[in-house]
């Protein structure tokens, strides 16, 4: 049900290796916001690699646990471990026929839901794990949203195709949450008009989205635009839903 190949994300994580979010990332910053701190919570990451925000839960104190499909996986909880982070169990394998009884405190992901078909069901498993009185944090590209549509449509064609663009509806998630028991404390969006670029696309394609970024950071510039605080729906680069599990 998922709609790119594992090959893809193979080949893309090869020359990709753990850093730490910069400071002013707005994932970066939302996982600050809404995760609290902790002395014993247990968090995991689904779609861990290459596990620069399940950083930022370990220093919020977090044990750190963690489920990608993507063979790199396997020598991430060594990397974890030597910045000096607890951790848990991470494992290699799909999220989808991850069987278990555990719960933890935090649970998150960034940009996994909209790869499949059936996002509600992946959905609803992200959520079974949380524990009681847990967060669920999940966040999403916002292709969506009519501005970031045309980017990728004009300049991104075949990173469009590997999203489900249904999908990018933090309001719908916020609705299925509520009705299994948890209580939405974000839906929305966020990250401001900031655009990205697959690297697979046509020598046109990539040329002209080059010449736009160009533009687009050069306008900023002149007219002092902080795009990070464009966060409109029509124009902000992700959904987000952040929600505590209270029955």
């Not at 925000?53 to 750190?64: A, I, N, P, R, T």
Request: hydrophobic share 40%; net charge neutral; glycine share 8%.
């Amino acid at each position: 049900m998922d709609l790119v190949q594992q090959q893809h994300w193979d080949k893309g994580y090869q020359e990709i290796e753990f850093q730490r979010p910069e400071e002013d990332d707005f994932l970066r910053k939302a996982l600050l916001q809404y995760i609290p701190k902790t002395k014993t919570g247990r968090a995991i990451e689904i779609g861990c690699f290459p596990g620069g925000y399940l950083s930022v839960l370990g220093d919020l104190g977090y044990e750190l646990n963690g489920v990608d499909l993507t063979p790199k996986t396997n020598g991430l909880i060594e990397i974890l471990r030597n910045y000096g982070y607890k951790t848990g169990v991470i494992n290699m394998q799909d999220f989808m026929n991850l069987r278990t009884d555990e719960k933890f405190q935090a649970v998150v992901s960034f940009g996994f839901i909209e790869h499949f078909k059936n996002y509600d069901e992946v959905l609803l498993k992200h959520a079974s794990l949380v524990d009681q009185n847990g967060i669920l944090f999940i966040s999403t590209p916002n292709y969506k949203g009519i501005f970031q549509y045309l980017f990728h449509l004009l300049f991104d064609t075949p990173g469009l195709k590997r999203h489900n663009i249904a999908s990018m509806n933090p309001q719908k998630w916020a609705s299925v949450l509520e009705e299994i028991g948890f209580e939405v404390i974000f839906s929305g969006y966020g990250g401001g008009a900031n655009f990205w670029m697959e690297n697979d696309q046509s020598s046109i394609q990539k040329f002209m989205g080059r010449a736009f970024l160009f533009l687009h950071k050069k306008i900023g510039k002149i007219f002092k635009f902080n795009y990070n605080n464009w966060n409109n729906k029509r124009i902000a680069c992700d959904c987000l839903v952040v929600a505590k599990r209270i029955r």
